[in-house]
T-cell receptor
Framework: ETGVTQSPTHLIKTRGQQVTLRCSSQ?????VSWYQQALGQGPQFIFQ???????GRGNFPPRFSGLQFPNYSSELNVNALELDDSALYLC????????????FGPGTRLTVL | SQKIEQNSEALNIQEGKTATLTCNYTNYSPAYLQWYRQDPGRGPVFLLL?????KEKRKERLKVTFDTTLKQSLFHITASQPADSATYLCALGVGGSGNTGKLIFGQGTTLQVKP
């Protein structure tokens, strides 16, 4: 069983640029959630995808968008990057047999200069 | 306003003692609550889930309680070991069903177990 993987591991961008982060869910999991974690804080829910449809969104502006593919992998896109977008971005998947138990990837560390 | 709060100060205890971590929330009606462990530079790892109609759950040295009247969960690690040193996150489950729904995380409490 393959765990959740994310790419890239680290990324440095400048303000105003766009970024795409990628996530492969754990085998058999059809739900992917994305979180933003600032230093010293808990993860903040960005949105969730279930069977390729957005299934709930947190308090993030529309410049945060996502996709889920037929194989349940997912992308997080952030446009017009701001300095405050610097954070660890976590992807988590959950399977049909679970009670929303999240399996997290290692995260992508995004730095916006 | 809606809030979820964990002890902001780090918890330092001696090996072998019981660590107790607190999670309080206001203006949420969670269907369940989860606890995760997070090590530096890594993603959180699921530990335990407790549903709104359950008072207590145990798993090996871990115990979690859930009081929906007090709006509080307590997480206990008995016979603590230095390897238990990490940040522990509580998360409220709201909305959704089955394996979907939103998780609202607290800011985490850092536990340091000294030998």
């Amino acid at each position: 069983e393959t765990g959740v993987t994310q790419s890239p591991t680290h990324l440095i961008k400048t303000r105003g640029q766009q970024v795409t982060l990628r996530c492969s869910s754990q085998s058999g999991h059809n739900t992917v959630s994305w979180y933003q974690q600032a230093l010293g804080q808990g993860p903040q829910f960005i949105f969730q995808y279930y069977r390729e449809e957005e299934n709930g969104r947190g308090n993030f502006p529309p410049r945060f968008s996502g996709l889920q593919f037929p194989n349940y992998s997912s992308e997080l896109n952030v446009n017009a990057l701001e300095l405050d977008d610097s954070a660890l971005y976590l992807c988590a998947s959950s399977g049909q047999a679970s009670y929303n138990e999240q399996f997290f990837g290692p995260g992508t560390r995004l730095t916006v200069l | 306003s809606q809030k979820i709060e964990q002890n902001s100060e780090a918890l330092n205890i001696q090996e072998g003692k019981t660590a107790t971590l607190t999670c309080n929330y206001t203006n949420y009606s969670p269907a369940y609550l989860q606890w995760y462990r997070q090590d530096p530079g890594r993603g959180p790892v699921f530990l335990l889930l407790i549903r709104e109609n359950e008072k207590e759950k145990r798993k090996e040295r871990l115990k979690v309680t859930f009081d929906t009247t007090l709006k509080q969960s307590l997480f206990h690690i008995t016979a603590s070991q230095p390897a238990d040193s990490a940040t522990y996150l509580c998360a409220l489950g709201v909305g959704g069903s089955g394996n979907t729904g939103k998780l609202i995380f607290g800011q985490g409490t850092t536990l340091q177990v000294k030998p």
